[in-house]
């Protein structure tokens, strides 16, 4: 398979040769093309002077792209152009307009894909300014649709107007080593310390090493900034400790979750990843709820609501449960905030069922909820209909509450899972609530049920709002863990700065001698002895009994018996 040898591979040398060739073109098929090896290619993001990234871009009406402040130098000095030696002035230059994202990164003003140095770029041209686009934008977007408007400022453009920036099928429009400027300084007729002196062998790098070297600086300016500061080995030693305290305060891994993270993540790594118009994003970090979505989930709010009705009948004290209906609780003391209860009529009265109310057309159709539309059915708990004055909401069906409510006379076991409930009445000290129901339920109604006599709710007077108690337990709770923190941060609390045996550690963890009051076992011993009395020792008189022991006698050593082995001692 090699060239006049038995191996099974070409290396590259075979490959790179002049006298290469492949399945699909015969001997010699680069001979005619620019050599490989001396074949370097500028990104289209870079000047063609300075060969570095720019800054104010401009280009010529043949699309080569330098940045301002280099061409501008450069004009005054030759007054040609570096790239082809032509003859260019000043007002040739046409600025450049790109967009780019939130990350820096130059993208299609249309449709935010990223451009890459394999992507077509294409610049429409209005006077002495020019927008930059991809090219497939602007062939289905504008020549294809025959809309001839730029799609940024909507000025009107011909097809003479299009300057193309970069194709990827002419790779040899952007090959350094046809450049005027760069031909010149390898001939060794350069002029001076220019910007269009630099190295094309480094243009492929330039990008990482000037961000090695903005790395280095930073780290050279940390390390004298660290060696100043530590003078001592404690110091040493502390500044390392919150140097790593720091590291993995700042790492993603061992960052604290918030109260009102969703189980959900916020989607924007999967969106990016299926759609190239978005910013790619790699972490799958959690949405955040806000407090009314993180309040209103079930068994989130346990605290009790209360909520007195004013009625023509007298006055109804409710108790409120948002815990098992949060949607229906929030509902109802916001519109009774608002005051969109004040004034409304109950619409429908049934002796020994339920009085029903919430509605301002008066007619039973009317209503909305807080949020302007219906909300769904809360019925996962364990509240029923079993007793007298259960405060329900009213719907039209399945998932259609609104703003309606009703109070029940009587155990309803039938509207069990069916209707939401989230109150009941209670009787409370000068509010006869039992007595108020009993004079709603005497009201004369016609044959439609709707009350004759005067029955209107005056108002709803929320006393006791559980979505602000538990508002300002949550605050409580977050200024008290920012204290322990606090106090975690300063060497921690009393009991904590104290050891097992009772002595005291300072803040560097050294322990520290001679603390006062002693330490240990002992002083419990001195308080035990300072709540005594003087004279409590005297009462009994400890004798301790002195026993005199006999001096140990040793033991008689066996003899050995005679005959036999033994002990084989004697050999």
Known sequence: ???????????????????????????????????????????????????????????????????????????????????DGQSLKTSDLIKLNFAKNDDGEVVDPVTYKVLTDNTHITAIRHGDCANAFAHDTIERLNVKAKNWRDLVSDQEFSRKD???????????????????????????????????????????????????????????????????????????????SRSITSTLSLSPSTKKTPYNAARHTTGQAAASFTSTGLTPHTSGERALLSDEEYMLQPRRVKHKGYATLRTTQGDLNVELSPEFAPKA????????????????????????????????????????????????????????????????????GKN?????????????????????????????????????LKRLEGVETDDKDRPVEECILKDVMVFVDPFEEFLKERSEKEKEEMRLEEVRRQGGAEDERTTWTGKRLRQDGTVQEGSEGGGGVGKYLQAALAQRGPNDGDEEEIVEEIVEWDEPVEPVKKKSKTGGFGNFDGW
């Open 1 to 83: 398979m090699g060239k006049g040898t038995d191996k099974l591979y070409i290396t590259h040398a075979e490959w790179s040769s002049e006298d290469q060739f492949s399945a699909s073109a015969g001997s010699n098929v680069r001979h005619a093309n620019v050599d490989a090896a001396g074949f370097k290619r500028l990104p289209f993001n870079f000047c063609a002077l300075s060969l570095q990234p720019f800054k104010q871009p401009v280009c010529t009406i043949n699309g080569t792209i330098f940045d301002y402040e280099n061409i501008l130098s450069w004009l005054k000095d030759k007054g040609t152009n570096p790239v």
């Open 162 to 240: 299009l300057i193309t920036l970069q194709d990827p099928q002419n790779v040899a429009s952007r090959n350094l080593s046809t450049f005027s400027h760069i031909k010149e300084k390898d001939n060794g007729n350069s002029h001076g310390d220019r910007p269009g002196n630099s190295n094309p062998n480094t243009i492929d790098r330039s990008a990482k090493i000037i961000k090695a070297k903005e790395a280095i600086a930073r780290s050279r300016a940390e390390r004298e900034k660290a060696n100043s500061s530590q003078t001592r080995p404690t110091q040493q030693k502390s500044l390392v």
């Open 329 to 396: 609780v929030w509902n109802f003391t916001r519109l009774a905030q608002q005051g969109y209860y004040r004034d409304l009529a109950f619409h429908r009265n049934i002796r020994n069922f339920m009085i029903q109310g919430g509605d301002p057309s008066g007619t039973g159709r009317g209503g909305e909820s807080v949020w302007g539309k219906t909300f769904a059915d809360e019925i996962e708990g364990p509240m029923t209909f079993a007793e007298r004055g259960v405060l329900a909401m009213a719907n039209k």
């Open 400 to 436: 259609t509450n609104s703003s309606q409510f009703f109070l029940t006379y009587r155990a309803a076991k039938h509207l069990d899972r069916k209707h939401t409930i989230f109150g009941k009445v209670i009787d409370s000290e000068g509010v006869k609530s039992g007595e108020t």
